[in-house]
């Protein structure tokens, strides 16, 4: 017999919240213009999916007493705000790498298999009534979609200023992951 979880104020507030800002990362994302350029069109489009994990997290810093994950939001903070001034800086460059129509094809398909997956998990990310909780089954198909997106984009001919921001992209994600799924793995045991 399956009951209705209720949900307090708190968390209520927290998923209206999150639901805005997954919205508007989708609206965002979608709405990217590709060019002929691989590496503008990879900006362009993670650009949006940064500035979103960086509100999640000032979202879950509202109501987090969750010392770890604390440091998890935070770093996801300086990391990606890091990282939109990194492709900002270098963006005009990139521009000037342009692909073949065969590429940019390949590259968006894949791109969209990624999102549509990515998106999908992240609207049904099962709630709690621990938003500790929640974050994480949010947060941690957010981080795999950038990781998935970063490899796709070093799959083709970019511009060489973008990679290290890629391979920064998908170490630091993947370091989130691992962090998160640990600190839920141990959650219940400690309360966090």
Do not use: W
Not at 143 to 155: T, Y
Not at 163 to 192: F, V, W
């Amino acid at each position: 017999m399956n009951a209705t979880i209720r949900f307090s104020d708190v968390t209520i507030n927290y998923l209206n919240c999150f639901k805005n800002i997954l919205e508007e990362m989708i609206q965002g994302m979608d709405s990217a213009v590709p060019t002929e350029s691989i590496s503008h069109t990879f900006i362009v489009q993670m650009i949006p999916h940064h500035m979103a994990a960086i509100e999640m997290s000032r979202n879950l810093l509202k109501y987090t007493t969750c010392i770890p994950l604390q440091d998890i939001a935070q770093g996801i903070i300086t990391a990606q705000t890091k990282s939109i001034q990194d492709m900002q800086r270098v963006d005009a460059i990139c521009q000037q790498y342009c692909n073949s129509q065969k590429e940019l094809q390949s590259f968006l398909k894949t791109y969209n298999k990624i999102t549509q997956i990515m998106f999908s998990q992240m609207r049904n990310a099962r709630p709690s009534n621990n938003i500790n909780i929640s974050f994480m089954r949010e947060m941690i198909p957010h981080h795999m979609g950038a990781v998935r997106m970063s490899r796709n984009a070093l799959a083709y001919n970019i511009c060489p200023e973008l990679k290290p921001i890629l391979q920064t992209i998908i170490t630091s994600q993947e370091r989130g992951i691992h962090q998160m799924e640990q600190l839920l793995r141990r959650t219940h045991s400690d309360g966090c």
